[in-house]
């Protein structure tokens, strides 16, 4: 991948999983939907927001892109597996493309 599309796809990436976990760590009703619904607290919400952000937040420094990485696959697969267990498939999807983003990141040579 050229350099250019690798800063664009990590940007790209980035403000998808900062959107996300706002949306959690604001309270958004979709997202106490979605966790009351997997019988998980608002604490647990917002962790996993927090999660999302700093992972995010850690893809701008070259030194903490491969830790951001790693947050934000952990924080992803979470909640792919817990849409599993709930058997909540219309959000398997898209955890599904957050594991997919977060493994690409790991897998470029230079971040």
């Keep these: 991948m ?6 664009i796809f990590k940007t790209l990436v980035g ?3 900062v959107a996300c976990g706002t949306s959690k760590v604001l309270g ?3 997202q106490e939907k979605r966790f ?3 019988n998980w607290s608002q604490t647990n919400m917002k962790i996993v927001g927090g999660l999302e952000v700093a992972g995010a937040s850690m ?12 947050t934000l696959l952990a924080a992803a697969t979470c909640m ?3 849409g599993l267990k709930h058997k909540r498939k219309q959000d398997l999807a898209l955890d ?8 690409s990141l790991l897998r470029c040579k230079k971040n």
């Design 2 to 7: 050229a350099k250019c599309c690798k800063k």
């Design 15 to 17: 403000l998808g999983f």
């Design 28 to 30: 958004a009703s979709i």
């Design 36 to 38: 009351s619904e997997m």
């Design 59 to 70: 893809l701008l420094c070259k030194k903490t892109s491969k830790l951001g990485a790693l």
């Design 80 to 82: 792919f597996a817990a």
């Design 96 to 103: 599904g493309v957050g594991i997919f983003a977060a493994l």
